[in-house]
């Protein structure tokens, strides 16, 4: 069972985040404090850790660019 604590600091966790496209690659805005566990940044996966405030300053920045001659959603 899962109970929320809202008095917890939540930078005391660290969380995993997947990202993945299928028609292009991603870029984080930067990887300060994160983990990279699979793929890299600038493709089209990447497994990243870390704690919440560094995995958001990372995807704040995120950018999409599609693969060439690619129109559509991904």
Do not use: C, M
Not at 3 to 29: H, P, R
Not at 51 to 63: E, K, V, W
């Amino acid at each position: 069972e899962f109970k929320e604590d809202y008095d917890a600091n939540l930078d005391d966790f660290t969380i995993t985040q997947v990202s993945n496209v299928s028609n292009g690659s991603l870029k984080f805005s930067g990887l300060s404090g994160i983990t990279t566990l699979n793929g890299s940044d600038n493709s089209s996966t990447v497994q990243i850790r870390g704690t919440i405030s560094n995995l958001q300053a990372a995807i704040n920045g995120l950018t999409y660019t599609p693969n060439q001659d690619f129109y559509g959603t991904d």
